[in-house]
T-cell receptor
Framework: DVKVTQSSRYLVKRTGEKVFLECVQDMDHENMFWYRQDPGLGLRLIYFSYDVKMKEKGDIPEGYSVSREKKERFSLILESASTNQTSMYLC?????????????FGPGTRLTVL | AQSVTQLDSQVPVFEEAPVELRCNYSSSVSVYLFWYVQYPNQGLQLLLKYLSGSTLVKGINGFEAEFNKSQTSFHLRKPSVHISDTAEYFCAVGGDGGSNYKLTFGKGTLLTVNP
């Protein structure tokens, strides 16, 4: 089975802190994604990566950056956390065959910024 | 650009009743359609997908969906729901070709099954 793991299920940080969310997949997928999920807004794409060191902005990249140094690992970075970044963060991965790819999701990290 | 509209944000039903969760999409290219389920405090899990071929797609847990190109719809159905089907359901659309690896998700429908 494909497995996508995220470093923390719950995280509490203070305003202004630098926050790292880590995601690891074990299926050799080229594509990896970071979403945030908020009630009534569904899933919104923050960033995605289609290869090591390659990234593209999604729909809401402001306030976030990403890093992909190894194929299996995709990190989301909040340079200076703010309260409006309190949310559920979901990581996903897929094979690179166009839009017909099933995305496999991790369990999510619920981040609270105080 | 693609978009997905889930017409109901919440759907309450009684156990053993049938249910339909509605999804409409818009896209200028060929589409691939997905339904995902999210149980409380978990990530998303694929229920079913339409890539090509038969327009009636069967998925896990007794769910099925029908692709209707003329109505640009992909509604999810189950003939008899269980308490354990209580979850949030997301419809998603993927495009064809190029570098479009992305899925566009709807805002979700919360299905609550009551005893």
């Amino acid at each position: 089975d494909v497995k996508v793991t995220q470093s923390s299920r719950y995280l509490v940080k203070r305003t202004g802190e630098k926050v790292f969310l880590e995601c690891v997949q074990d299926m050799d997928h080229e594509n990896m994604f970071w979403y945030r999920q908020d009630p009534g807004l569904g899933l919104r794409l923050i960033y995605f990566s289609y290869d090591v060191k390659m990234k593209e902005k999604g729909d809401i990249p402001e306030g976030y950056s990403v890093s992909r140094e190894k194929k299996e690992r995709f990190s989301l970075i909040l340079e200076s956390a703010s309260t409006n970044q309190t949310s559920m963060y979901l990581c996903a991965s897929s094979f690179p065959s166009g839009g017909n790819n099933e995305q496999f999701f991790g369990p999510g990290t619920r981040l609270t910024v105080l | 650009a693609q978009s997905v509209t889930q017409l109901d944000s919440q759907v309450p039903v009684f156990e053993e009743a049938p249910v339909e969760l509605r999804c409409n999409y818009s896209s200028s290219v060929s589409v691939y359609l997905f339904w995902y389920v999210q149980y409380p405090n978990q990530g998303l899990q694929l229920l079913l997908k339409y890539l090509s071929g038969s327009t009636l797609v069967k998925g896990i847990n007794g769910f099925e969906a029908e692709f209707n190109k003329s109505q640009t719809s992909f509604h999810l159905r189950k003939p008899s729901v269980h308490i354990s089907d209580t979850a949030e359901y997301f419809c998603a659309v993927g495009g064809d070709g190029g570098s479009n690896y992305k899925l566009t998700f709807g805002k979700g429908t919360l299905l609550t099954v009551n005893p």
